[in-house]
């Protein structure tokens, strides 16, 4: 199984709502990412968690919050999100290996703020 | 990590070969160059990586030049499915165990096969 598998495909919530985007994979990578990706933009980085650990943000506002339960999964609670912050929003993993970053990608969930 | 330079789109054949280049002047010794690619409305797909050999694998082949400045991805046969946005990033290998899988991607190429 080399997937990644993202849930769900395509969310739109309100300003005042609370909702959190899934993200699993069974390969037994140890390091799982979140990346924001605009309209005809290149994919940005969120956050970074290396052994269930959070170890980079990259200075993401506090309406996202990420969480990491188990190896397995990666969760991305979101809550007072803006318009602005409709996007794609794409999971990856890889091994915790740093001399050879193959990073597995999600499909993604098109989020809609409205 | 060094930055990457990329033509913002290119046009292929169907069947012929597809060149991708990618400067990256800046590159340090112990970075990789890696390819990945995104498929309309899909997430990136990982294609190749190299650190100063050429690589060859069922999806591409990457050629780097001596110097490592730039280098190229070559489809070897295009279709109708590899148009896709193709992203070059350089990263460091053993990069002080702060950056796991921090793939920076830049602009990329649009690169379209036609029939």
């Known amino acids: 199984d080399t997937e990644v598998t993202q849930t769900p495909k395509h969310l739109v919530m309100g300003m005042t709502n609370k909702k959190s985007l899934k993200c699993e994979q069974h390969?037994?990578?140890?390091?799982m990412y979140w990346y924001k990706q605009k309209a005809k933009k290149p994919p940005e980085l969120m956050f970074v968690y290396s052994y269930e650990k959070l170890s980079i943000n990259e200075s993401v506002p506090s309406r996202f919050s990420p969480e990491c339960p188990n190896s397995s999964l990666l969760n991305l609670h979101l809550h007072a999100l803006q318009p602005e912050d409709s996007a794609l929003y794409l999971c990856?993993?890889?091994?915790?290996?740093?001399?050879?970053?193959?990073?597995?990608f999600g499909q993604g969930t098109r989020l809609t703020v409205v | 990590d060094a930055k990457t330079t990329q033509p913002p789109s290119m046009d292929c054949a169907e069947g012929r070969a597809a060149n991708l280049p990618c400067n990256h002047s800046t590159i340090s010794g112990n970075e990789y160059v890696y390819w990945y690619r995104q498929i309309h409305s899909q997430g990136p797909q990982y294609i190749i990586h190299g650190l100063k050999n050429n690589e060859t694998n069922e999806m591409a082949s990457l050629i780097i030049t001596e110097d490592r400045k730039s280098s190229t991805l070559i489809l070897p046969h295009a279709t109708l499915r590899d148009t896709a946005v193709y992203y070059c990033?350089?990263?460091?290998?053993?990069?002080?165990?702060?950056?796991?899988?921090?793939?920076?991607f830049g602009q990329g190429t649009i690169l379209t096969v036609h029939p």
């Open positions: 390969m037994g990578h140890r390091a």
């Open positions: 990856a993993s890889s091994q915790d290996d740093e001399g050879s970053i193959r990073a597995f």
């Open positions: 990033i350089v990263r460091a290998y053993n990069a002080g165990g702060t950056s796991y899988g921090k793939l920076t």
